[in-house]
C-alpha cells in the first residue's frame, strides 16, 4: 500500500512481508526534505514495522543544516523505531553517501537493530525477509 508519493519520495508498505520501503527519487527542499523523515518515523512506528528498507540512491547530498538535523534528530527517532532488521541502498553520489556514513558512524549510540547495505532492492528484500 502506498502512504506517501512525491516527484521526490515514495513509501509504501507491504503487508504480506511487513517490510516498509522508501525510495527517494530525486532533490526536493530542505522543508520537505525533513516532513518526509517525519512521516517515515511515524509511519514505521503507527504499523510496527519489523523490517524497512531505505533506498537513497538517487538521494542528492545534504546541505549542511540538513546533515546536521539528520544526524541529531532523525537519527535518533529512527534508533527508537520497532526494527528488527533494516537494509540500505547507498547514494549514487559520492558526497551523498560519505554524509549517509557520517549521520550513523559519528552517532556514540548503535543501532539496537540488524543493519546491512545492499546494491540492489530484490538483494535487500530477500534478506529482509529471509529467516533470521
Same mark, same amino acid.
Given at each position: 500500500?502506498?502512504?506517501?508519493?512525491?516527484?521526490?519520495?515514495?513509501?509504501?508498505?507491504?503487508?504480506?512481508?511487513?517490510?516498509?520501503?522508501?525510495?527517494?527519487?530525486?532533490?526536493?527542499?530542505?522543508?520537505? %526534505?525533513? +516532513? #518526509?523523515?517525519? /512521516?517515515?518515523?511515524?509511519?514505521?512506528?503507527?504499523?510496527?514495522? =519489523?523490517?524497512?528498507? @531505505?533506498?537513497?540512491?538517487?538521494?542528492?547530498?545534504?546541505?549542511?543544516?540538513?546533515?546536521?538535523?539528520?544526524?541529531?534528530? %532523525?537519527? +535518533? #527517532?529512527?534508533? /527508537?523505531?520497532?526494527?528488527?532488521?533494516?537494509?540500505?541502498?547507498? =547514494?549514487?553520489?559520492? @558526497?551523498?553517501?560519505?554524509?549517509?556514513?557520517?549521520?550513523?558512524?559519528?552517532?556514540?549510540?548503535?543501532?539496537?537493530?540488524?543493519?546491512?547495505?545492499?546494491?540492489?532492492?530484490?538483494?535487500?528484500?530477500?534478506?529482509?525477509?529471509?529467516?533470521?
Amino acid at each position: 500500500m502506498v502512504y506517501f508519493q512525491t516527484d521526490y519520495l515514495l513509501v509504501e508498505y507491504h503487508a504480506a512481508s511487513n517490510v516498509l520501503l522508501s525510495q527517494w527519487y530525486g532533490k526536493c527542499s530542505s522543508l520537505q %526534505y525533513r +516532513q #518526509a523523515l517525519i /512521516q517515515v518515523v511515524r509511519l514505521a512506528k503507527q504499523l510496527g514495522a =519489523p523490517y524497512a528498507i @531505505t533506498d537513497s540512491r538517487l538521494l542528492s547530498p545534504l546541505q549542511p543544516e540538513d546533515l546536521a538535523w539528520t544526524r541529531d534528530v %532523525y537519527a +535518533q #527517532a529512527f534508533r /527508537q523505531l520497532p526494527l528488527k532488521r533494516t537494509a540500505a541502498l547507498n =547514494p549514487f553520489d559520492a @558526497t551523498a553517501e560519505r554524509q549517509i556514513q557520517q549521520i550513523f558512524a559519528t552517532n556514540a549510540h548503535p543501532l539496537p537493530f540488524e543493519m546491512k547495505e545492499f546494491d540492489d532492492l530484490t538483494s535487500a528484500y530477500d534478506w529482509l525477509t529471509s529467516k533470521e
